[in-house]
């Protein structure tokens, strides 16, 4: 069976889309698209059928059409943005954009029209603090969290609201780390409330439970909610850290991305300095992790994703220009290296459709 894959190569502004085979992890180029500034962050409409594009140098969102059949993207509208953003990503109901700025230190909200395009102009906008990572609704698409790595160091906390797109921060404030270890980009568990945070300064994965609390509480605008701490919802409680290095490694390293498989089995963060993915096995229980090892990889691999089968893992390496593809073993969990191939100047995203 046939599948696509996005690359967004920073470099070269252009958004590469490769054919991908899923019966053996076999890619070829099927073309590319020139785009108007360096592209970043890629993501998807829950239809499938709308991608969207964070454009950095440009500071731009665009919206493509994805053609149902050859998956070829058409452009249908840019928006201009005052900074660039280095994450996007959609409501659970397609209807709202989050988008995340590392330089701005802010988050925005931009509403999704009928049409599916990102509309001018955004309907919120909260300014947090500098090196804002990450942003995206929970899978209840009650909660949102923004990593901040070093210096700010914190997770704020958000409430969100699908009828209006509002973010109303959390009553009792963010999740601040004891250590410097700079949150940086997150994974739900995709059957409990759980999530898994890589940790850039920190070299580490966190992971943290999620309090879900009562659906229909009322979260005040302003004022003293009727609950308390222990009770609260949307506050995120660790109950895990484990490093992403292995023990004889002491020189400089920072993590960038990670990814759960999509049945829930292992956990995947890349290292840059080690230049590595590491890998955790995940307990079907309480969701605990255990270190499995170490796959070496690519030239600072900021950049990866698991395909919809949980068979394959792709590398983007931004200091060599090249793809590497790996077979994930689905017993344990390890990689098996299927090819690297050259694709260009800084890829800065993987996606599969």
Request: net charge negative.
């Amino acid at each position: 069976m046939q599948t696509h894959l996005y690359l967004s190569i920073a470099g070269e502004n252009r958004i590469a889309i490769f054919t991908f085979d899923v019966n053996n992890g076999s890619i070829e180029l099927q073309d590319n698209v020139e785009v108007s500034g360096s592209p970043g962050p890629l993501t998807r409409s829950p239809c499938g059928n709308y991608l969207y594009a964070g454009l950095r140098s440009s500071r731009e969102i665009a919206t493509y059409q994805i053609d149902e059949k050859s998956k070829q993207l058409t452009l249908l509208s840019p928006i201009q943005l005052d900074a660039d953003t280095c994450y996007i990503a959609t409501d659970k109901t397609g209807r709202y954009l989050l988008s995340a700025y590392y330089g701005a230190g802010k988050v925005t909200v931009h509403a999704i029209g009928e049409d599916k395009t990102v509309q001018e102009g955004a309907i919120q906008t909260i300014e947090t603090a500098p090196h804002a990572h990450y942003i995206e609704t929970d899978a209840t698409n009650r909660f949102a969290f923004v990593p901040h790595t070093v210096p700010r160091n914190a997770i704020y906390q958000f409430h969100f609201d699908p009828d209006t797109g509002k973010l109303t921060q959390n009553f009792f404030g963010n999740y601040n780390p004891d250590e410097p270890v700079g949150p940086r980009h997150y994974s739900e568990h995709p059957n409990k409330p759980i999530f898994y945070f890589s940790n850039e300064q920190g070299s580490s994965v966190t992971a943290c439970n999620l309090q879900v609390g009562d659906p229909d509480v009322t979260i005040p605008e302003s004022g003293t909610p009727d609950y308390t701490v222990n009770d609260a919802p949307g506050l995120l409680w660790e109950f895990q850290t484990l490093s992403t290095l292995p023990d004889d490694f002491s020189e400089h390293n920072s993590c960038a991305q990670i990814h759960i498989d999509p049945h829930a089995k292992y956990l995947y963060v890349s290292n840059r300095g080690h230049d590595s993915i590491a890998i955790f096995s995940i307990d079907d229980e309480n969701g605990e992790l255990t270190a499995v090892g170490h796959q070496p990889t690519e030239p600072t691999p900021r950049v990866f994703n698991i395909d919809e089968t949980g068979n394959y893992l792709f590398v983007g390496g931004q200091g060599s220009g090249k793809l590497a593809t790996y077979r994930i073993n689905r017993d344990s969990g390890m990689l098996s290296e299927i090819d690297t191939i050259e694709v260009g100047e800084n890829p800065m995203w993987v996606l599969f459709l």
